[in-house]
């Protein structure tokens, strides 16, 4: 009950088919391929991304800043 045969998804697909149309169905196909191929472009450039401004905050974070502080009152005479 729980798996379906190859004739549920034949008619689930004729069904689709029939709503659709298979204009809109290559037209969604190739949208849908050209999303994937943008998001793994962009995630690929992410991680070089993130990968440089790592690179930046260990340079960064290994300089270190010597000062001191200087507690200033104001007092209104």
């Known amino acids: ?4 045969s190859i004739w ?3 008619v689930v697909l004729l069904v ?3 709503i659709f149309g298979t204009k809109k169905l290559r037209n969604m196909g190739s ?3 050209g999303a994937m191929k943008g998001f793994k ?3 690929r450039s992410d991680t070089e991304v993130s990968i440089d401004d790592t690179n930046k ?3 960064q974070s290994s300089k270190t800043i010597e000062g001191e502080v200087k507690d200033k009152s104001h007092t209104n005479a």
Do not use: A, K, P
């Open 1 to 4: 009950m729980g798996s379906f």
């Open 8 to 10: 549920h998804w034949l």
């Open 16 to 18: 689709v088919i029939l």
């Open 31 to 33: 949208d849908l391929g």
């Open 41 to 43: 472009e962009g995630m």
């Open 57 to 59: 905050q260990v340079e």
